[in-house]
């Protein structure tokens, strides 16, 4: 009996050691090579991402990359957890967002003498590398942006044509847009409620940022940090809603609640619609062939003059507790450049990397919209956004979309809340977040 | 005569077996649940260490004019949910206990809700009650009824997505229930019958009465059930609109891992605690007054 007892314990024994003697081998493999570890936040890319990766260590022998795939819903609280015990991984996705929050917190590498050195800066396009110093707040580039995101008008050409209306082209102006926006508001079936609507929009950001922004208006004070939106952007504000409350030439929120609000659009219920270049995506896979759209740029506001783009860039960073910097580097500035590919970035995002976004494949000749080159325009224009700390809180975003300043306009548009009243009470509160932050 | 002491038998035996359960007690229950008390006296972005404010998260959260609301909104979704499921669980319950052909099938069929997930509760019904396109707003059309946004609208919202909730867990208490009318002895049912008690009478006078056991298991359940709502606001309004849906389950979700304020977020699941606490020592204490026990 007893030596069966000492055989079992030796066996448990053995089976608890066993994975450190594993281990040690590995280690010692390793001492000859690099390893890097990345985290990425976009799963339907990570066979892709995979390839890229096997394609980099195939030209850099040494350093081996190890790649952690995470939901972008429990991407941030947990690389959040993973900066507070200083174990960031060595590279990672980080979204315009959250880069003034995480460079002022000394979280991310300082990328300005690698991108000085090492960068030819004619592969890329150099506006957003500003862009990410701008949104830092530093006064140096802590981030390396491999993509733009920016926004355009989407209109569906048959109802155009149907209407009997010209496509909007680069003159367009606000006045343009809102008679085609009435025109293309229509009572199909005649009982009495409206079926197609000229235009489409809620509270969201990029809803509403676009507009402010065609009209060269501001919601930020940047010098003082306050919510304390300029006349442009007021005009814009009421512009929009007036569609709504006046010129009923778009729904009100409530009325499209069983949409998902990328689908009115290519589901045809709406005959224009301004949201992030992404959407090119969704339109595709929404529509399919069964309509016919394109894209444009923003109608140009009374105060605006078209040269300015709301944009901003998702990029790579790098931990500044990296033990290999230099590989991190070079690992990064092949994933954001010559490593990626245009299946790797969704419809609509614009490469930072020139040789991909100016070639034949961006351009997506066989789909549609036919015109993407008007992206790459737009991705050399000056843009602005509305990012600040704690920008998801005020601005009401994903989870808390039905909130802060998007649940005050839809507020508005669905006649909840004065116009005046709305924007008052998004003067308090967004102050009283901003306030917390800048102190 | 003496029993022989067990030779295998040490004292703490049991503790050993319960080692795994009481690690993770400790570790995944008791451990964040007093961390996240010594948290809520904290400013805690994640990201920084967290640094000691006192009371300022409870001053801020008891001056702050939606946390009101918030609070507002939860009792009025946990009175909903609470009503709703005792009153149709047990409705449901009744209809399945009756000895017809088929009962197996809707059985399943009414606690099929329970076990989907909410977000596909969530987009179904908001199909059914969407604005023109939706099966209830053209139902009610015909019947020369405007349906209001019931989603949409602050006033309809928060019962909407309450009574939503009720459907998808009515199931849940039909199977508590069903399980207490039949521990009902017939005998007792039978007596009354020949003591001249008509139907009514007898679900009154005796199976109401002896189904109080089940019906205190049933209200402490749902009341603390209630104040987890999270799931399907996500899914179908994220606290909207105007904040009519925002409870304060959720509010703790935003505030926690939306706005990265530990502090202020582990303050709120606290005054969450106390309420939840509270209810259900009332309804503890008053349970003598109305549950009454078989045996």
């Given amino acids: 009996m007893k030596s069966v007892k000492i055989l079992i314990i030796t066996m448990m024994l053995m089976l608890l050691v066993a994975p450190l003697f594993a281990n040690s081998q590995s280690e010692a493999e390793a001492t000859e090579e690099v390893v890097l570890q990345y985290w990425s936040w976009d799963p339907e890319l990570k066979t892709r991402n995979e390839t890229m990766i096997e394609k980099f260590e195939a030209v850099n022998p040494g350093i081996k990359i190890e790649m952690t795939t995470i939901e972008p819903k429990e991407y941030w609280t947990k690389i959040r957890i993973m900066a507070s015990q200083q174990n960031l991984p060595d590279v990672f996705n980080l979204s315009a967002g959250y880069l003034e929050e995480w460079a002022q917190n000394g979280l991310l590498l300082d990328l300005g003498s690698f991108i000085d050195n090492d960068l030819d800066k004619n592969t890329f396009y150099m506006n957003l590398f500003d862009a990410v110093k701008e949104l830092s707040g530093t006064d140096s580039y802590y981030a390396f942006p491999y993509a733009l995101v920016t926004t355009c008008m989407y209109y569906n050409k048959d109802l155009f044509d149907e209407a009997g209306i010209s496509y909007p082209d680069s003159d367009w102006t606000w006045t343009d847009f809102r008679d085609a926006a009435i025109k293309l508001t229509k009572d199909k079936d005649n009982d009495g409620s409206i079926d197609q609507w000229g235009y489409w929009f809620y509270g969201r950001y990029a809803h509403i940022e676009s507009w402010v922004y065609s009209n060269d208006g501001y919601l930020i004070n940047r010098d003082s940090m306050k919510f304390s939106p300029d006349s442009n952007a007021m005009e814009a504000i009421e512009f929009l809603t007036d569609l709504v409350l006046v010129d009923n030439a778009a729904p009100s929120k409530k009325e499209m609640s069983a949409f998902r609000q990328q689908d009115v659009f290519p589901q045809g219920a709406a005959a224009m619609f301004v949201d992030g270049s992404w959407n090119i995506d969704n339109n595709r896979n929404v529509a399919g062939d069964s309509m016919n759209w394109g894209i444009a740029e923003l109608p140009i506001g009374p105060n605006g003059d078209g040269s300015l783009t709301y944009g901003w860039p998702d990029s790579l960073a790098i931990s500044p507790n990296t033990k290999h910097a230099e590989a991190a580097w070079k690992f990064t500035k092949f994933a954001a450049g010559e490593g990626l590919s245009m299946d790797m970035v969704m419809a609509g995002k614009i490469p930072s990397y020139r040789p991909l976004t100016e070639s034949e494949a961006f351009l997506e000749k066989d789909q549609q919209p036919s015109n993407k080159d008007l992206l790459i325009k737009q991705a050399a224009e000056e843009m602005r956004t509305s990012f600040t700390l704690s920008w998801g809180e005020w601005r009401g975003y994903g989870a808390a979309e039905a909130l802060g300043f998007n649940g005050l306009i839809d507020g508005i548009i669905d006649s909840e809340i004065p116009f005046d009243k709305a924007i008052e009470l998004a003067n308090k509160n967004i102050n009283t977040v901003l306030d917390r932050n800048y102190k | ?295």
Avoid: C, H
Wanted: glycine share 6%.
């Fill in chain 2, 1 to 295: 005569m003496k029993q022989k002491k067990l030779s295998w038998y040490k004292p703490w035996d049991p503790l050993l077996f319960l080692i795994p359960t009481l690690l993770g007690l400790i570790f995944f229950r008791v451990g964040p649940i007093i961390v996240s008390f010594l948290i809520s006296f904290t400013n805690w972005d994640i990201l920084k260490k967290p640094q000691i404010l006192g009371l300022e998260n409870y001053k801020e959260l008891f001056q702050s004019s939606a946390f009101y609301q918030v609070f507002g909104n939860t009792i009025t979704f946990s009175f909903i949910y609470v009503v709703g499921v005792t009153v149709s669980g047990l409705l449901l319950a009744l209809l399945l206990n009756q000895k017809l052909k088929g009962m197996k099938f809707f059985r399943s069929a009414f606690y099929t809700p329970v076990v989907t997930s909410a977000v596909a509760v969530g987009i179904i019904w908001s199909w059914i009650l969407s604005p023109k396109y939706g099966i209830l707003t053209i139902l009610l059309s015909k019947m020369g009824i405007t349906s209001p946004y019931w989603l949409g609208d602050p006033t309809f919202a928060l019962f909407t997505v309450a009574l939503i909730q009720v459907w998808k867990m009515s199931g849940y208490y039909m199977i508590i229930f069903l399980a207490g009318l039949q521990n009902i002895p017939e005998s007792l049912k039978e007596a009354a019958t020949i003591d001249g008690a008509g139907k009514i009478k007898t679900f009154f006078k005796i199976t109401l009465p002896l189904l109080t056991p089940t019906t205190f298991f049933v209200l402490s359940i749902s009341i603390i059930d209630s104040f987890k709502n999270f799931e399907l606001i996500y899914a179908i309004t994220r606290g909207g609109p105007q904040n009519s849906t925002n409870t304060l389950v959720y509010d703790v979700y935003l505030n926690a891992f939306v706005y990265y304020r530990m502090g202020y977020s582990s303050a709120l699941a606290y005054v969450l605690l106390a309420i939840v606490a509270l209810i259900t020592a009332f309804n503890f204490y008053g349970k003598k007054r109305w549950v009454k026990y078989q045996y």
